[in-house]
């Protein structure tokens, strides 16, 4: 594998060379991100209702992860076989059509939940749930490059984190509104658990065709799409291959740990928490990439130092009171028909009690912020501190029980909030028209996420706890921090793109 002979990427039609930036489409593209990111987290709260629901051992309630994320190599490898025999799909339909056939598919899976709740099918759960993954795969090789290019190539990285900070939104909601809907709303005496997720998913079927309408109405700008010639040039690349495996790493050990909270919080070592409290730290945990992409994005951005530095304790503020005051809603008491100052007092009631635990979350906020500074705006740099921090927060929850792990656990989410964007954007970074071609290799990547939790479940499995098992995300992290540290600029001087 070397990139001595490789072939100089095509120049792209993007705006990097202009710095032209577009706003409009830009933010058009953050409600997929948003959508998609709050859909994928309702497999966190889809694992413990299926685990009850069919009598299942960890291994079999992980594999919906590996159902949903193995969507995505097996539609990315799709991808790049056609990339690679007959061109770039993407760069002969464009971004717009690429987005509303991910769309499309994503509704089809999502509509797939109803039969399959109806018949009491966990076999149809996980093929429904694989084509809406297929659809997703559709949609992050479509999307993510697209937001890279929609301004200058130097600023990618602070495009693509503030995108992703709309994915954090919707990934913060999701826990909440999913474990409202799918534990309590939905859910009746003597009914099939499973049942309860058929309205919720029918929800999702709706506003993916909604927006499949929207965006096949809209007019988008066709930046950044040329020819590439059939083969698999973008292989040839060395730090290509290696942030191929880091985004394998960084979803597996993502998705591990977030598919393990709610019942990482039930042992009785930890916290003894039943799955409704415990959503609440799931929030808490996706909240926590809220908080690191919305500062990723400022700390990457080209503004004035001084505004940047504000801005850098002014919004992660703001995110964190958005967060306190979204994990205090008072769901039940909506639901439950209480008039509207019945359910002002409660939330106000329940914004205050909640103080005790975003009192000890404060401390953690306030080490992100510290670990920006060190990182000094560069993205492979900020990578390493970030995922460095994860491997040491890990290895503590391992050592130590009780609330110590319980917070470094719940923690670990404000630190892997940087970890796709800079991946993303570090891999892209001078690739041209090769950019949808190595999209397609990085979404493959997203295997991770099927493949990392099943193993993790199967360590917990074996030790007859969760606790060892997270040896697996701190292996995973370990090789994400090797990337931003020297992962990343392997091979680039010899292909012609910089150190």
Same mark, same amino acid.
Not at 128 to 134: D, E, T
Not at 274 to 288: C, E, M, P, R, T
Not at 448 to 474: E, N, R, W, Y
């Given at each position: 594998?070397?990139? @001595? ?61 590996? %159902? ?47 039969? %399959? ?25 479509? %999307? ?11 600023? @990618? ?119 409704? =409290? %415990? ?52 769901? =039940? @008491? ?12 409660? &939330? ?56 110590? @792990?319980? &917070? ?11 970890? &796709? ?39 917990? =499995? ?22 931003? &540290? ?14």
């Amino acid at each position: 594998m070397t990139s @001595a002979n490789a072939p100089a990427p095509l120049a792209s039609a993007s705006t990097s060379a202009g710095g032209q930036t577009y706003r409009g489409p830009f933010a058009i593209m953050t409600v997929l991100f948003f959508m998609w990111g709050f859909m994928t987290v309702f497999n966190d709260i889809l694992i413990p209702r299926f685990k009850e629901a069919f009598t299942l051992d960890y291994f079999q309630a992980m594999l919906v992860q590996f %159902a949903f994320f193995g969507a995505y190599f097996v539609g990315s490898l799709i991808y790049f076989i056609i990339s690679a025999r007959l061109g770039d799909p993407i760069a002969k339909i464009g971004y717009k059509n690429g987005v509303i056939i991910g769309l499309l598919l994503s509704a089809f899976g999502s509509a797939l939940f109803w039969p %399959a709740a109806t018949i009491i099918s966990y076999p149809l759960f996980l093929v429904a749930l694989f084509i809406v993954g297929i659809g997703f795969a559709m949609l992050q090789i479509a %999307a993510n490059p697209y937001v890279t290019i929609l301004g200058p190539e130097r600023t @990618a990285s602070s495009r693509l984190n503030l995108a992703q900070a709309f994915n954090s939104v919707g990934t913060t909601t999701g826990p909440l509104i999913g474990g409202f809907l799918i534990f309590q709303y939905f859910a009746k005496a003597n009914v099939q658990g499973a049942d309860s997720v058929k309205v919720p998913y029918l929800m999702f079927c709706i506003a993916f065709l909604i927006l499949a309408a929207i965006f096949f109405v809209i007019k988008l700008p066709h930046v950044g799409e040329g020819t590439v010639e059939p083969g698999a040039g973008a292989l040839k690349y060395p730090h290509v291959v290696l942030g191929v495996v880091a985004i394998f790493m960084y979803v597996g050990g993502e998705v591990s740990i977030g598919s393990s909270i709610i019942n990482f919080l039930g042992q009785a070592n930890v916290a003894a928490m039943s799955a409704i =409290d %415990a959503k609440n730290y799931v929030a808490l945990f996706w909240g926590g990439m809220l908080i690191g992409r919305f500062m990723g994005a400022i700390e990457l951005s080209e503004m004035q130092k001084i505004n940047k530095q504000i801005l850098l304790i002014i919004v992660p503020l703001l995110a964190y009171l958005f967060l306190w005051a979204a994990i205090s809603a008072p769901l =039940d @008491a909506m639901h439950g028909g209480t008039s509207l100052s019945g359910v002002v007092g409660l &939330w106000e009631s329940n914004f205050v009690q909640n103080w005790a635990m975003f009192k000890i979350y404060l401390p953690l906020v306030a080490l992100c912020w510290l670990m920006f500074q060190f990182g000094k705006a560069m993205a492979g740099r900020t990578l390493f501190i970030f995922a460095a921090t994860i491997v040491v927060l890990l290895a503590i929850a391992i050592i130590f029980g009780g609330k110590p @792990a319980m &917070w470094c656990v719940v923690g670990v989410g404000l630190f892997t909030s940087i970890g &796709w964007p800079n991946i993303f954007s570090l891999a892209l970074d001078g690739m041209g028209t090769y950019k949808s071609q190595v999209s397609s290799l990085l979404v493959m990547a997203i295997l991770g996420g099927a493949l990392l939790p099943p193993l993790m479940g199967k360590v917990a =499995d074996i030790a007859h706890s969760l606790q060892p098992a997270f040896i697996i995300p701190l292996i995973a992290y370990a090789y994400v921090g090797f990337y931003g &540290w020297k992962g990343h600029k392997i091979g680039r001087s010899q292909a012609g793109l910089g150190a």
